[in-house]
């Protein structure tokens, strides 16, 4: 709610308005490794996008947020 509101608020002082697009597939991609990479994960490339997709399916969709928190299941 708060965060709606100050969204709000920008838009209605500076004319900015602020939008949480979801990746497509191959940037969803690109972020799962490159969290991978940052976590020092030693999974097979296809078999991390493999998994990363179908967390994805169960979860919310492809997102940043989704990617980061697969790469965390891992850990």
Do not use: W
Not at 5 to 24: H, V
Not at 25 to 46: C, G, H, M, P, T
Not at 52 to 67: H, T
């Amino acid at each position: 709610e708060d965060t709606i509101q100050q969204i709000m608020s920008l838009t209605n002082r500076f004319g900015i308005i602020i939008t949480f697009q979801r990746p497509d597939k191959d940037l969803f991609v690109d972020i799962v490794l490159s969290y991978a990479k940052e976590n020092n994960i030693k999974i097979d490339k296809e078999e991390l996008i493999k998994q990363a997709e179908s967390y994805a399916i169960r979860s919310a969709g492809r997102s940043p947020r989704v990617a980061r928190q697969f790469i965390e299941t891992l850990l």
